[in-house]
Each structure stands twice: as C-alpha cells, then as structure tokens.
C-alpha cells in the first residue's frame, strides 16, 4: 500500500515507522498500519499512534475524509502475540487501563467528525474486526477474511462488542462471536462486515474513486450528516426527535455553505467548495 501511494506521488506524513500518513491534495488521507511483519497487529504504542493519527486528521481543515488501510497482504491480525503475552502477566488495574485505551481507539475512530473508510485487504481478525466496524464504510475483495476469533483463544470481543453490534446487528453478532467463524468476500458483505467487494486487480482505484466522491460534497454538510446518524441511531422517532432534525435543517439552510450550495443548484454551476481541477 505505501509503495501504492508513493508511486501515485503522494507524500509521507509519518508520525512512527509503524503509521504513515498520506494526504492528496483532494483531501484524502490514507493512514497506514505498517507492521506487516506482524499482519498490521496492533500493540500499545500502536493503539497510541493510531489515536494520535486519527485525533489529527479530525482538527485538520485539509482533510475531507480518512481511509484506514494495511500495509502489506492483510489489513490488520488484532492484538499481536507480546502484546497479548503482556495481558497475562498484568494486574486487573493494568490490563482495565489498556482496555480503556483500545476502547477509547474504538470511539475516536466511530465518532471521526471526518467520513471514514475502511480498505480491508486479506484479513481482519480480533480488534481488527473492530476498526472496519467503526469506519463509515469498508470495503473488501474476494479474498478478504474477516473473524471475531476471541473466544478460540479465550478471550472476549468487549471494547469492540458496541461497534461490531451496530455494524452487523445482533443476529450477527451472536453467531459470529459465539462461533469465531471466518467470512470470506461476498460472505463478509451479506453479514454487513463490508459493504461491496471489488476484483482485486481494481481494489484501489475503487476505493480511491470512493473517496474522491466523497471529497467533492459540502465539508459541513458530511460532518453535520455523519453526527445525524451518530445521534438517531437505534433511536425511537418521538417528538425530541422531530425537534432535533428540524433544528439540524433549519440551521443549515440558513449558513453560509447551505446558501452556496443551494444558489450553485439554481444557477446550475459548481458550489464553491467542488476542487478546482
């Protein structure tokens, strides 16, 4: 992936070895988990860097949308085997504090003000699993593999439980938690872990193509949509509800990037925020 981008002249924001940052001048940043060696499994730092990179991309004005991606054969193995070795020996009160930290991961990557995209390559498996569920989307191929394997080595998928649910619903959930069975392509979209699988001699240009799309829509309007879907969620329509979304509608129509786009539709020209090129 990193030779991917750099071939496409990218450059290369790296905050550590292990994730890299690259940024189009669209607006597409692509941040990459680069332990190969390890299937892109994640240790405490790793957690840390990825936080780190994540919580940058949501205060930078240049970045329109983030797309997660691994470096090598496969997306991302979970916890890898020092870092699990380290669970064993660690009190309660340590291993809560590492909890916590995978946990707040989870909720920094679900409630990315920025749309997110996860690009699955080979497998996902553990808290891998629950990093594609956090994403606004993901996407995968044919061989793409993706299991919730905790309970095979007795442990359980908590910190990641909440995301994995709204990912693929309950029903899901209980099976493919309980079972630790593997769902390969077109298996891993009917059970909502992705939602489209692409050849993988087109996989990238698909994904980028995505993402480009995404960069040419009101920057306000997706932050103000993703925290719709956000707060609505799993939420009954009452009257708070009503009250709410009219509220939201209301108060774009009257800014400043409402009236623009609104006033590009009637003129039939582009809105001011649409890239030049």
Excluded at 36 to 43: K, L, M, S, W
Excluded at 216 to 238: C, F, G, M, R, W
Excluded at 256 to 276: A, D, H, M, Q, V
Aim: glycine share 6%; charged share 20%; hydrophobic share 40%.
């Amino acid at each position: 992936m990193i030779a991917y981008l750099t071939n496409l002249g990218l450059s290369n924001s790296v905050l550590h070895n292990s994730v890299q940052e690259f940024l189009t001048p669209d607006g597409v940043l692509y941040i990459v988990m680069n332990r190969p060696e390890v299937q892109n499994a994640f240790n405490s730092k790793q957690i840390v860097l990825l936080t780190v990179a994540l919580e940058n991309a949501a205060s930078n004005p240049e970045v329109k949308v983030v797309v997660l991606c691994g470096e090598g054969k496969n997306f991302c193995a979970g916890g890898d085997i020092n870092y699990m070795k380290q669970m064993g020996q660690n009190s309660f009160q340590e291993n809560k504090e590492d909890a916590l930290q995978l946990a707040h991961l989870m909720h920094t990557l679900n409630e990315l003000p920025k749309p997110t995209i996860a690009r699955v390559n080979g497998a996902a498996y553990g808290g891998g699993v629950g990093l594609l569920c956090c994403c606004d989307m993901a996407f995968g191929t044919e061989d793409t593999k993706i299991c919730l394997s905790e309970v095979k080595i007795g442990m359980v998928p908590a910190t990641i439980a909440p995301y994995v649910m709204n990912a693929i619903g309950l029903r899901n959930a209980h099976r493919l938690m309980l079972t630790a069975e593997v769902m390969q392509g077109q298996e891993a979209v009917n059970c909502n872990f992705l939602n489209a699988i692409f050849p993988t001699s087109e996989f990238s240009k698909k994904v980028d193509a995505l993402a480009l799309k995404i960069t040419t829509n009101a920057p306000n309007a997706l932050e103000i949509t993703k925290s719709i879907l956000l707060n609505l969620a799993h939420q009954p329509v009452d009257e708070g509800v009503i009250d709410y979304t009219a509220d939201v509608i209301a108060s774009v129509r009257e800014s400043e990037e409402g009236k623009e786009g609104l006033t590009s539709f009637i003129e039939k020209r582009k809105p001011n925020w649409t890239p030049k090129n």
